[in-house]
């Protein structure tokens, strides 16, 4: 048996194309791979309307789907964005909460499809990995604290 591609598979509402557009303006190595349209006959889908969308994002494979409202996105699932720097995070942070995205807790956000997205600076990971237990409870107690992750925070809370 072969497998001929491996890739996650997102169901939109409508959105596939724009959301598609959004996440690789942001996210370097990122591109639209292939529009599909819908053929005739496809259910709540007009004939020649986008219906599949196949993205690469950071080098990783995705499937957008225009399947209509039954399956609407919950938190169960997230993009897991690791960024070098503050200015990094706020860039990406500002735009995915645009236009009727929501900001939740501890990096998380919704974008404005719904989809769950946590917005993590590397610094984050390298102090939650700190051999002092102390200094990891502190950094967790901080993160804890805020909505969008702030780096000078967490590197201030894991020095006391």
């Known amino acids: 048996m072969t497998v001929l591609r491996f890739a996650t598979h997102l169901w939109f509402d409508r959105e596939a194309v ?63 964005a690791l960024v070098d720097t503050q200015e990094e995070l706020d860039r990406i942070w500002t735009a995915l909460t645009a236009d009727g995205g929501r900001a939740v807790q501890c990096g998380w956000l919704t974008d404005r499809f719904g989809l769950s997205w946590q917005i993590v600076p590397a610094a984050l990971e390298r102090l939650m990995s700190d051999e002092d237990p102390a200094v990891v409870a502190r950094v967790t107690a901080e993160m804890l604290r805020q909505v969008k992750l702030d780096v000078a925070a967490l590197e201030a809370a894991a020095g006391g």
């Open 18 to 80: 724009q959301a598609a557009e959004l996440y690789t303006a942001l996210l370097p190595d990122s591109h639209v791979d292939r529009i599909v349209r819908a053929g005739s006959g496809i259910p709540g889908t007009e004939p020649g309307s986008p219906f599949i969308v196949d993205v690469t994002l950071v080098g990783q494979q995705y499937t957008f789907f225009n399947g209509g409202p039954q399956f609407p996105f919950d938190s169960q699932v997230s993009l897991y």
